[in-house]
T-cell receptor, first 115, second 115 residues
Framework: SQTIHQWPATLVQPVGSPLSLECTVE??????LYWYRQAAGRGLQLLFY??????ISSEVPQNLSASRPQDRQFILSSKKLLLSDSGFYLC??????????????FGPGTRLTVL | AQKVTQAQTEISVVEKEDVTLDCVYE???????LFWYKQPPSGELVFLIR??????QNEISGRYSWNFQKSTSSFNFTITASQVVDSAVYFC????????????FGGGTRVLVKP
């Protein structure tokens, strides 16, 4: 069966510090991968998605970047964190069936607080 | 463009009561997919159901049931005989063939089941 991992689970960082969040998927190959952010008490916003190694699409301009160095690894980064980067970051994967509407399965999330 | 509206921000019920969560969607695409996810206090999004636009049959899974009506662009979710463990935020989401696998989420409905 497929499993998705995220770490760290929680993170407290000062403004201006760098960020690296990692997401890995097990039990599948060539998945589509996604990064979402959920601000406190609000809905989910898609940040990045990837259909393959080195292929990243950005949904909103922001202080963050994403990379996919390996097939089942997705990394969310920032060079300098802002207060507004605080939130709950969720990674998700879906099978790349090419038919559209594939179910996305979410990881446990990382709660980031920028002080 | 796609849009999902969950008009109810919070619903409070007493255990064993039924609760219905409303979801209204907007899309110009004729092929689309609707989803419901549950987000318990732990934060992870748990997939509940996926429906495509060509399948209007209602579905029942245990205490959960879904009513899909294309005529009113609604995909409502009912929890029968609610339990405390049903307390969570529930999200309705939409993806379209034209948009690939990108999910558009509603704002979520928080359900609080009191013993």
């Amino acid at each position: 069966s497929q499993t998705i991992h995220q770490w760290p689970a929680t993170l407290v960082q000062p403004v201006g510090s760098p960020l690296s969040l990692e997401c890995t998927v097990e039990g599948t190959s060539n998945p589509n991968l996604y990064w979402y952010r959920q601000a406190a008490g609000r809905g989910l916003q898609l940040l990045f998605y990837s259909v393959g190694i080195g292929q990243i699409s950005s949904e909103v301009p922001q202080n963050l970047s994403a990379s996919r160095p390996q097939d089942r690894q997705f990394i969310l980064s920032s060079k300098k964190l802002l207060l507004s980067d605080s939130g709950f970051y969720l990674c998700a994967w879906s099978p790349a069936l090419g038919t559209g509407g594939d179910t996305q399965y979410f990881g446990p999330g990382t709660r980031l607080t920028v002080l | 463009a796609q849009k999902v509206t969950q008009a109810q921000t919070e619903i409070s019920v007493v255990e064993k009561e039924d609760v219905t969560l409303d979801c209204v969607y907007e899309t110009r695409d004729t092929t689309y997919y609707l989803f419901w996810y549950k987000q318990p206090p732990s934060g992870e999004l748990v997939f509940l159901i996926r429906r495509n636009s060509f399948d209007e049959q209602n579905e029942i899974s245990g205490r959960y049931s879904w009513n899909f009506q294309k005529s009113t662009s609604s995909f409502n979710f009912t929890i029968t005989a609610s339990q405390v463990v049903d307390s969570a935020v529930y999200f309705c989401a939409l993806s379209t063939k034209a948009a690939g696998n990108k999910l558009t989420f509603g704002g979520g409905t928080r359900v609080l089941v009191k013993p």
